[in-house]
């Protein structure tokens, strides 16, 4: 009984390596011991790298023009983790951009646009993530989250976006019952001011 135990035990290890070699984006460990939870909410940081990794099949040194989360439906956000990103990063020396979309927290398309843009956030000032913001708006501005049957938003909402003079990262809920958006430094996540409907 105890051979018979060690025969199989080596058979499903085989069986595993073997499907990994056929499958060979997925790890052993994930094919051998699924996962209970899929990791499906993503940060903002997290999802950025997803794109970037991307973007570099394309250029070198490409840099980020604009992202931010998608709406799912959802009321999450709390943990600065939504499932939907979308965004556009400049392919600089192609002077062409990569227009990204991940769901679920997986790049589930791309495609190589012909516009190029000269106002980029660089990756050296990229550093605050969506975590850290979302509780700094909680604490200091009691930002709560859109619900379920608000047509515009649920939950908490992220972009990373920049004007002709700043980068801002910025988090979207409600102050008081009315939609509110603030915005901080993605380098040093110092406040840089936010806006509230009437």
């Given amino acids: 009984m105890k051979w018979e135990l060690i025969i199989?035990?080596?058979?499903?290890?085989?069986?595993?390596i073997g499907y990994n070699l056929l499958v060979r984006d997925k790890s052993v460990m994930d094919l051998c011991v699924p996962s209970a939870v899929e990791k499906t909410d993503i940060t903002l940081l997290d999802a950025?790298?997803?794109?970037?990794?991307?973007?570099?099949?394309?250029?070198?040194?490409?840099?980020?023009?604009?992202?931010?989360?998608?709406?799912?439906?959802e009321v999450s956000g709390s943990d600065g983790k939504r499932g939907n990103w979308q965004g556009y990063i400049s392919l600089r020396e192609t002077k062409k951009s990569l227009i990204f979309?991940?769901?679920k927290g997986k790049l589930i398309s791309y495609r190589v646009g012909d516009t190029a843009?000269?106002?980029?956030?660089?990756?050296?000032?990229i550093k605050i993530d969506s975590s850290l913001i979302v509780k700094s708006a909680i604490k200091e501005f009691h930002l709560?989250?859109?619900?379920?049957?608000?047509?515009?938003?649920?939950?908490?909402?992220?972009?990373?976006i920049r004007d002709a003079e700043n980068s801002f990262i910025s988090v979207d809920g409600l102050i008081d019952g009315k939609q509110a958006e603030i915005y901080y430094n993605p380098e040093t996540g110092e406040y840089m001011g936010g806006v509230q409907s009437n």
């Fill in 8 to 16: 199989v035990s080596v058979l499903v290890v085989i069986g595993c």
């Fill in 117 to 125: 843009y000269e106002l980029t956030i660089k990756p050296s000032s």
């Fill in 48 to 73: 950025y790298f997803i794109a970037m990794e991307k973007a570099k099949a394309f250029d070198p040194r490409p840099e980020l023009i604009f992202m931010n989360s998608v709406n799912d439906g």
């Fill in 144 to 160: 709560e989250p859109s619900p379920k049957s608000d047509s515009f938003s649920n939950g908490f909402h992220f972009r990373l």
């Fill in 101 to 103: 979309a991940i769901k």
